[in-house]
């Protein structure tokens, strides 16, 4: 009868270092999937911040855009101005010819007044409609960005969502998974900070 008891033991200890194995596996599983998500999370804020300020920034462009753009339509609005005025000069000079008269000199000088203002004018409207193209492209360039970061986001959120599936079920490949996916957020964050 000795000898059945010791044999249960045997048993019952290879049993109890392979559970206790197991759960050393599965606890540094667990302190992998922990380092992984903790990382994927400051990356995840760090993107989430870029991603705000990016958007603001182009933000702050496009209304600048938009008031540089009223300025020109302003501009382009004296220029009318100006050239109706010089054609309203030209019309009285040519009813003065046309009645025989000589046009007095005062006419012609403000129609020429006129034409050159014209000019000085069209070359305000058209800086200020360079510099409005400028911002515009420079807001673009940053929403741009701001769409990557924001994928870079997503992509982290994802991968920190499959690392507690993974830390709940204990799976290797399911961390793995997650561990890709973080991967490629990452890239995705640097690729778009360079």
Known sequence: MPEGPEVENAELREELEEEKETERQ??????????????????????????????????????????????????????????????????????????????PPELAGEQNRYATEQKEIAMVAKEKEAERDRKS????????????????????QVAIALAAIAALTRTRVIWLVSVAVGLGGATLFVITIV
């Open 26 to 103: 599965g606890d540094s599983l667990l302190k992998a999937i922990a380092l992984t998500t903790a990382l994927f999370a400051a990356l995840a804020a760090v993107a989430a911040l870029m991603a705000g300020g990016t958007v603001n920034e182009a933000l702050v462009l496009k209304t600048e855009a938009t008031q540089l753009q009223n300025q020109a339509s302003d501009q382009w609005t004296a220029y009318q101005a100006k050239g109706i005025k010089s054609a309203i000069q030209a019309a009285i000079a040519a009813t003065w010819a046309a009645s025989g008269k000589s046009v």
């Open 137 to 156: 492209d420079e807001a673009a360039h940053l929403l741009h960005q701001h769409h990557r970061f924001a994928n870079g986001v997503a992509l982290f």
